[in-house]
């Protein structure tokens, strides 16, 4: 590896800058990617590995971005019993109400009704609405497209493929979720079961939603959204195999000392003496940091502006609770949006969406163990929660949690008050990305993958957050393709 000269040096392992290499390297590129440790957030206690760790796992259906990512790789995993539809997707507690939302709109209709009564016929009319702005959506964004359009080229593009929209499609653009909803006759459970969906099946929630965003979240997760055996690990491991099958390289450091910009860019690490040498680089996660360490000059214009904005109001805070896996009750989901509050039942709560790890998953918990991250979104007046504000948001979702399994007292390992918060601090001193712009035409876009940097390029959860983890695909796919390009020149 030292003294070669890469095509494309990416810069993190998340999912998306591993896809894009693996693309890259199996169009005859060579590329190197670098793991940086110091920029994991995790903490180790008891056997556990206390990490975010994705429960819905989208985009694996027929003509979404993996399986065209996998037939590209020539992997054909839809055969694999790995990754099966989720039969329920998941699950929906409010407090009168338990259900499990199955994918087959049919099924969830029968559903609707013994638990909705007369709500289901106008919860399954919003669906069937967002399900239709959200296939000319998709159809649009796997156009030859750039998404956000950063450049006057890739606007021209976007704008004359957008041409063909209907005006109703240009209007439900400005269209705001809520006033969508006005729409249709729920009463407050109905709306909390439609709300508390769309508040935990995305990473990014802006305060006011365009209805485009909304498309794609509330169509996407009831139809598609698939349990992989494994977990993200299992799709992180076919990324570096096939990387590794097509003579890419992964080299892990504990951090990165510099970065020379040059005719031929070198990078330095603080583990070998020789830098490495590279034509372009793929940053997979945290770009400001990027650019702030190594070449803040070049942040303008847009990108800058982007980068410089506030995080929105609303933030995650995930409380960790190990537990013995006997306690997990027959029927539970993996994953829950539990809109209980059992002190005051004739209110509905703030929701907790709680994640199951993978049963029999070693790099989360010990053989017969689980861990459960219990995420609450948190509004602070100050803008960061103090250690007394995040014991009291602990404590409110452990009340929730106990709710659901009436026994976790008798069965949990511990609860990670303190290095849940050390976690959040963490997390709070990487760069979050902004709410989404309500004023953006799609309501999903924020960072382009081209950056105002000629030899640098991005792909992760900034550029389509609305997406999930589907963002992240179509991200790095976006990405592999506009270096082909510049490579192939």
Known sequence: MIGKLFDVAIIGTELAGLAAG????????????????????????????????????????????FSEVFTELGIPFLEKKRFLLGEPAYQVVLPDVRLDVNPNREALFKILQAEFGNDATSIMSLLGEVDRYSSVMRSLLTQNVVYPAYSMRERYRLNRACGSLGSDFKDGSRMFFNDFLQRFPLTPPGRAFLESQFKFLCPVYPDDPTLFYAAFVLSSTNKGIYKVEGGLKVLEDI????????????????????????RVNEIKFSDVKEPVRCKKFLVSTDIENFFSRFHPKTI???????????????????????????????????????????????????????????????????????????????????????????????????????YLIPFLDDFTEFIAYDESFALYQSARRSKIVPAIDPEDRFGVGNLPNRTPHDEVFYAGKGSLPGLGMEGEGISAYIAANLLTKQLSK
């Not at 693996?22 to 556990?48: C, M, P």
């Not at 990324?239 to 040059?262: A, C, N, P, Q, V």
Request: proline letters at 6%; a negative charge; charged letters at 25%.
């Open 22 to 65: 693996a693309l890259l390297v199996k169009r005859g590129f060579t590329v190197l990617v670098i793991d940086v440790e110091s920029q994991k957030h995790q903490v180790k206690k008891n056997g556990y590995t206390l990490t975010e760790f994705p429960g819905l796992f989208f985009g694996f259906g027929q003509g979404q971005i």
């Open 239 to 262: 990324f570096k195999e096939r990387i590794i099958s097509y003579r890419g390289k992964l080299h892990r450091t504990s951090t990165i000392e510099d970065i020379d910009f040059g």
């Open 300 to 402: 303008k214009g847009g990108y800058g502006k982007q980068l410089a904005e506030a995080p929105g109001k609303l933030h995650e805070y995930t409380l960790f609770i190990a537990i013995d896996a006997n306690v997990v009750p027959v029927g539970m989901d993996e994953n829950v949006i539990l809109h209980v509050d059992p002190e005051s039942a004739d209110e509905l709560g703030e929701p907790v969406f709680l994640r199951l790890s993978p049963p029999e998953s070693p790099e989360y918990a010990p053989v017969g163990k689980r861990l459960i991250a219990a995420t609450a979104l948190v509004n602070p007046e100050s803008g960061e929660l103090t250690a007394a504000q995040a014991r009291d948001i602990a404590n409110r979702m452990m009340r929730q949690l106990r």
